[in-house]
């Protein structure tokens, strides 16, 4: 199963993502990580770069995911 580093969260649907919340997490979904992202808080400018990891099963359905900030 391939593990796949995502540079944005754009780059995964947020009904995708949000699936894989085990209960309503607001800090976790994606309307909110995609927010911080979108306003240049999360950005390479504020010296945090996006680095989310995405496991995906053979069929590309994504399994787990890891919000995740390089900075």
């Known amino acids: ?10 780059l995964i649907t947020p009904a995708a993502w949000d699936a894989l919340l085990p209960e309503p997490q607001p800090f976790l979904r994606h309307a909110f990580l995609s927010a911080l992202e979108d306003s240049g808080s999360l950005a390479a400018d504020s010296g945090w770069r ?3 990891r995405v496991l995906y099963d053979a069929h ?3 399994l787990a995911a890891l919000p995740a900030y390089i900075k």
């Open 60 to 62: 590309g359905q994504a």
């Open 1 to 10: 199963m391939p593990l796949h580093s995502l540079d944005s969260l754009h």
């Open 50 to 52: 996006p680095a989310h």
